[in-house]
């Protein structure tokens, strides 16, 4: 009988040189895809340049949380924001090393996965065949191994890692905060852990295809946002602060994580010249800053101009 369905498929049952025996149409075990000729096979490719920003970008997302919630909790007087931001930095960096040690093959800092071949690889659960239209025969599984499944572990480790080391640093060195602020932060990330979860489950496939250009359009917003807040209006306003450069160079490396996202650098001598577009947005707010000042055009009305 023919596989129906465009993720269904016979699994290997046994082999004997030549022989192979498969079994009935159906699922595919886990770490394992249909091919065209509808036979399931174990997925033994390396993640490509494309998969690996995807998943920096799903790993770089609990940890710039937890940095905005820490400052945003801390307070102007509190000397604890730097050690919970390096606490933060250490907990999504261990994370992110056993998550790669326990996926498949374990202990090493490698995996193998899946090629992605079209959006509907993310939702096969949608796809699940009825070939008398009344019993449904259910091909659901990870069509894009491991990248589905290997965010949910990553942010698993996160969780735990920070209930085990977060409130014992926050308790010893956040003395500047009271004590209904000292752990703010935590449940902040109690709130957008679930959330994150919920996000890669139902719109992974999306985030997969649109990253780059989130990616982009959030970190123009947000350097636009800060350096406005910040009153910055020239060089010198940037130069008073490191905390300021800081800020600035942060999202200079995410505006350069996009742009590599989206070229993928397929051709690397025409590619990486468009990483010198890298402080253009910067550059672009401090020379016009000036014009835009809302004091300025309010006294220009006044006169009349």
Same mark, same amino acid.
């Given at each position: 009988?023919?596989?129906?369905?465009?993720?269904?498929?016979?699994?290997?049952?046994?082999?004997?040189?030549?022989?192979?025996?498969?079994?009935?149409?159906?699922?595919?075990?886990?770490?394992?895809?249909?091919?065209?000729?509808?036979?399931?096979?174990?997925?033994?490719?390396?993640?490509?340049?494309?998969?690996?920003?995807?998943?920096?970008?799903?790993?770089?997302?609990?940890?710039?949380?937890?940095?905005?919630?820490?400052?945003?909790?801390?307070?102007?007087?509190?000397?604890?924001?730097?050690?919970?931001?390096?606490?933060?930095?250490?907990?999504?960096?261990?994370?992110?090393?056993?998550?790669?040690?326990?996926?498949?093959?374990?202990?090493?800092?490698?995996?193998?996965?899946?090629?992605?071949?079209?959006?509907?690889?993310?939702?096969?659960?949608?796809?699940?065949?009825?070939?008398?239209?009344?019993?449904?025969?259910?091909?659901?599984?990870?069509?894009?191994?491991?990248? /589905?499944? @290997?965010?949910? $572990?990553?942010?698993?480790?996160? *969780?735990?890692?920070?209930?085990? &080391?977060?409130? +014992?640093?926050?308790?010893?060195?956040?003395?500047?905060?009271?004590?209904?602020?000292?752990?703010?932060?935590?449940?902040?990330?109690?709130?957008?852990?679930?959330?994150?979860?919920?996000?890669?489950?139902?719109?992974?496939?999306?985030?997969?295809?649109?990253?780059?250009?989130?990616?982009?359009?959030?970190?123009?917003?947000?350097?636009?946002?800060?350096?406005?807040?910040?009153?910055?209006?020239?060089?010198?306003?940037?130069?008073?602060?490191?905390?300021?450069?800081?800020?600035?160079?942060?999202?200079?490396?995410?505006?350069? /994580?996009? @742009?590599?996202? $989206?070229?993928?650098?397929?051709? *690397?001598?025409?590619?990486?010249? &468009?990483?010198? +577009?890298?402080?253009?947005?910067?550059?672009?707010?401090?020379?016009?800053?000036?014009?835009?000042?809302?004091?300025?055009?309010?006294?220009?009305?006044?006169?009349?101009?």
């Amino acid at each position: 009988m023919a596989c129906l369905g465009l993720y269904c498929g016979k699994t290997l049952l046994f082999k004997n040189g030549s022989t192979e025996i498969y079994g009935e149409c159906g699922v595919c075990p886990r770490g394992q895809r249909t091919n065209a000729q509808k036979y399931c096979e174990p997925c033994t490719e390396s993640p490509e340049l494309y998969d690996w920003l995807y998943l920096g970008f799903m790993a770089m997302l609990p940890l710039v949380l937890h940095w905005f919630f820490i400052e945003w909790y801390s307070g102007k007087k509190s000397s604890s924001a730097l050690f919970q931001h390096i606490t933060a930095l250490f907990e999504c960096t261990v994370a992110a090393l056993i998550t790669l040690l326990v996926s498949d093959p374990v202990g090493v800092l490698y995996i193998r996965s899946c090629r992605v071949l079209m959006l509907s690889d993310w939702y096969t659960m949608l796809y699940n065949p009825s070939p008398d239209y009344v019993t449904t025969v259910h091909c659901t599984h990870e069509a894009v191994y491991p990248l /589905y499944t @290997i965010v949910f $572990i990553y942010y698993a480790f996160c *969780l735990v890692l920070m209930m085990l &080391l977060r409130p +014992l640093l926050v308790k010893k060195i956040a003395c500047g905060l009271g004590k209904s602020d000292r752990f703010k932060s935590i449940y902040a990330a109690l709130y957008f852990f679930p959330i994150l979860t919920v996000l890669q489950a139902v719109g992974g496939g999306l985030l997969y295809y649109a990253f780059p250009y989130i990616i982009l359009v959030l970190s123009l917003v947000t350097l636009a946002v800060y350096m406005s807040a910040s009153e910055i209006e020239n060089c010198y306003d940037l130069l008073v602060r490191k905390k300021r450069l800081i800020v600035l160079f942060s999202h200079w490396l995410l505006h350069a /994580y996009g @742009i590599i996202s $989206i070229s993928r650098v397929d051709k *690397l001598e025409q590619d990486l010249p &468009l990483l010198a +577009l890298v402080p253009t947005p910067a550059l672009f707010y401090l020379f016009t800053a000036k014009f835009t000042e809302p004091s300025r055009i309010l006294s220009e009305g006044a006169n009349g101009h």
